[in-house]
């Protein structure tokens, strides 16, 4: 008797969850934190006039392993100058845009002031990113950039954590929040210098369930790139547990 309620219920909730959010929509109509004026984006903050006016980094003009840019127009492929005298470890990395503008405010709110009311607008520019510079078909797991325990329980949440589990489910592929740990507790890198930055996050990261990414194509993700230190550092784990290929994914680039 319990165990077909606890059935109706779920089939219940399974057809009245997808009209939550419209039914707030009317109650509290989204409006959009550029602008001010009603979102007209379905179940998004970002009107599409201020979402469309966001320039996203095209295909191709940048670093291929970094994905850095370099002034004016570049058709062929080629390799940074820091990427040659020191190759990363990830194989791929790339941004949706840059850290400016509206995009590094909404980044900078949903980060330092929960506003996580943003997680699907930030996460539709990760998702058009990943479509344009990857291949999701091949992609075995999507793996965040993992907090310390400490900066875990000031924060209560990993901002890279959830756009990790949103982007994952958007494309069918397996979120794992568990493998790829940080066991060392770093300084913050927003004024370190390549270098040090470098220094910083030496050894920060160990992956404990290594039969989890072994011979495992992975998607790294986090909110904003600079010089690549964090992200180069947890592909260093990645690939030292066996992962065949690790590509790294950030809403946003800083210059370095």
């Given at each position: ?55 996203l980094f095209p295909q191709r003009g940048g670093c291929e392993r970094c994905g ?189």
């Open positions: 008797m319990l165990l077909s309620k606890h059935i109706l219920l779920k089939r219940w909730m399974s057809r009245v969850k997808p009209w939550i959010p419209k039914s707030l929509d009317l109650l509290f109509p989204r409006v959009c934190p550029d602008c001010g004026e009603p979102s007209d984006r379905e179940q998004r903050h970002w009107c599409w006039t201020c979402f469309q006016k966001i320039e850095q840019r370099v002034e004016g127009n570049v058709e062929h492929s080629f390799v940074c100058d820091v990427c040659q005298s020191h190759p990363p470890r990830f194989d791929r990395a790339r941004a949706a845009a840059d850290f400016s503008g509206n995009v590094r405010e909404m980044i900078l709110a949903f980060k330092y002031q929960s506003a996580l009311w943003m997680r699907q607008d930030l996460c539709d520019l990760l998702e058009g990113a990943a479509k344009a510079h990857f291949q999701p078909a091949v992609i075995d797991a999507v793996i965040p950039v993992p907090l310390h325990t400490l900066r875990h329980r000031e924060r209560s949440f990993n901002q890279s954590a959830l756009l990790a589990e949103t982007l994952a489910k958007r494309m069918d592929r397996r979120c794992d929040t568990h493998s790829l740990v940080r066991v060392r507790e770093t300084d913050t890198q927003t004024k370190l210098s390549a270098v040090q930055r470098q220094t910083n996050m030496a050894g920060a990261f160990q992956v404990k369930r290594p039969e989890w990414v072994a011979q495992r194509n992975i998607l790294l993700i986090d909110d904003v790139m600079t010089t690549g230190a964090t992200l180069d550092e947890c592909a260093r784990a990645l690939k030292q547990s066996g992962a065949r290929a690790v590509w790294a994914l950030t809403i946003a680039r800083r210059k370095r």
